[in-house]
T-cell receptor, first 113, second 117 residues
């Protein structure tokens, strides 16, 4: 079955460290998204990609970067982790150009101390 | 400024009764609305959607109603079951003809539904 996997599922790091969260999908979807979920804010879009070598900034992109070298993967990098980036991160893929629905991964809980 | 609002952070309902989750929006350029359900420690899963050209969409126990003039939509679950206990997110998409980005969704903060046996 097609799926989205995220790794690690839990991560504790220190302020100032670089952190990369992995997202891998076997849906063969062109559209991929990264969200963060925080209490009182719901899901907020960080970065998104419509295909290989395409990346775009979302609502809360400061301090994050992504790269898309193939269809299956969209890693999210925190260049210099900050305590404000403690959150649960979700990767998602879009089923078609209309974005009628998105499929989400299980999430990564990141704690920045 | 929040474009998709779920003003009730939580809702408690008795098993077998109706659950009504509400969502308000401010952007007239939204053309598609979706509901997602999220269990703890899992990613959100798609539940049901509705196009702005419709006012109702039904899928089994789940019905979504859209009132464009009031910029309001609601999700009805009938009958409610304990397994429906989860956080429900309302999401909306901006019409691509009005500057919306392909496939990007704007989410509300979520409503936690508890269905008691």
């Amino acid at each position: 079955d097609a799926e989205i996997t995220q790794s690690p599922r839990h991560k504790i790091t220190e302020t100032g460290r670089q952190v990369t969260l992995a997202c891998h999908q076997t849906w063969n979807h062109n559209n991929m998204f990264w969200y963060r979920q925080d209490l009182g804010h719901g899901l907020r879009l960080i970065h998104y990609s419509y295909g290989v070598h395409d990346t775009n900034k979302g609502e809360v992109s400061d301090g994050y970067s992504v790269s898309r070298s193939n269809t299956e993967d969209l890693p999210l990098t925190l260049e210099s982790a900050a305590s404000s980036q403690t959150s649960v991160y979700f990767c998602a893929t879009g089923v078609d150009r209309m974005g009628n629905k998105q499929f989400f991964g299980p999430g990564t809980r990141l704690t920045v101390l | 400024d929040q474009q998709v609002k779920q003003n009730s952070p939580s809702l408690s309902v008795q098993e077998g009764r109706i659950s009504i989750l509400n969502c308000d929006y401010t952007n007239s350029m939204f053309d598609y609305f979706l509901w997602y359900k999220k269990y703890p420690a899992e990613g959100p899963t798609f539940l049901i959607s509705i196009s702005s050209i419709k006012d109702k969409n039904e899928d089994g126990r789940f019905t979504v109603f859209l009132n464009k003039s009031a910029k309001h939509l609601s999700l009805h679950i009938v009958p409610s079951q304990p397994g429906d206990s989860a956080v429900y997110f309302c999401a909306a998409r901006v019409d691509m003809n009005y500057g919306g980005s392909q496939g990007n969704l704007i989410f509300g903060k979520g409503t936690k539904l508890s269905v008691k046996p």
